[in-house]
Every structure is written in C-alpha cells, then in structure tokens.
C-alpha cells in the first residue's frame, strides 16, 4: 500500500499543472482588457458556428489578448502575450 501511494504522489507531483482559462461575461472581460492593458479589438471570426475568437491589441506596447466567446455571453481568455507585430495585408499576386 505503502509503495502504491508513494507512486501515485511521484506521479502527481510529476505531472504538469493545467491552467484553468480565465473567464467571465463578455462586457466585463472587454473592459478589464482596455482598462488594465489598453487593448483594444483588431479582428474577429466565428469558430464552428458556436464561437466568436477576437484578437485584442494595444498597438504601442505590443500586448495582445485572444478571447473566446460563446453563444451565452461568456468569454474566456485563451491566450495571451507581448511582442504583437501587425503583417501588411498581401497585395494581389504577391507571394504569401
């Protein structure tokens, strides 16, 4: 028994911890994320019809947020990071 227990605790000792997301409703997930880190919605789609993906942005320090909305209302933040650089749109016929 001993023995068992001890490899159950190496195990969860060993295992990595998932991060829960970080969600609440929509309209309070928007504000915190200009108020805190002044960023601000750039782009948006619609993942298997029951999901809305926007990409938020502050343009001078570089932080962008990826949220994920369901139909509900609830967002939940699903990525997150510096170092945001904008692509020029391609120009037609060029190369991508």
């Known amino acids: 028994m001993r023995t068992i227990l001890s490899a159950a605790a190496i195990a969860l000792a060993a295992s990595p911890v998932v991060a829960q997301p970080q969600c609440a409703p929509r309209p309070i997930v928007v504000e915190a994320l200009a108020q805190k880190f002044g960023e601000h919605r750039i ?4 993942q298997n019809g029951a999901r809305v993906v926007e990409v938020f942005v502050n ?3 570089g932080s962008f947020t ?5 139909l509900a209302g ?3 933040i699903v990525a997150g990071g510096e170092g ?3 692509d020029p749109l391609p ?3 060029q190369a991508l």
């Open 43 to 46: 782009g948006m789609g619609i």
């Open 59 to 61: 343009a001078e320090t």
């Open 66 to 70: 990826v949220l994920s909305t369901s």
């Open 74 to 76: 609830l967002s939940c």
């Open 84 to 86: 945001w650089s904008p």
């Open 91 to 93: 120009v037609e016929g």
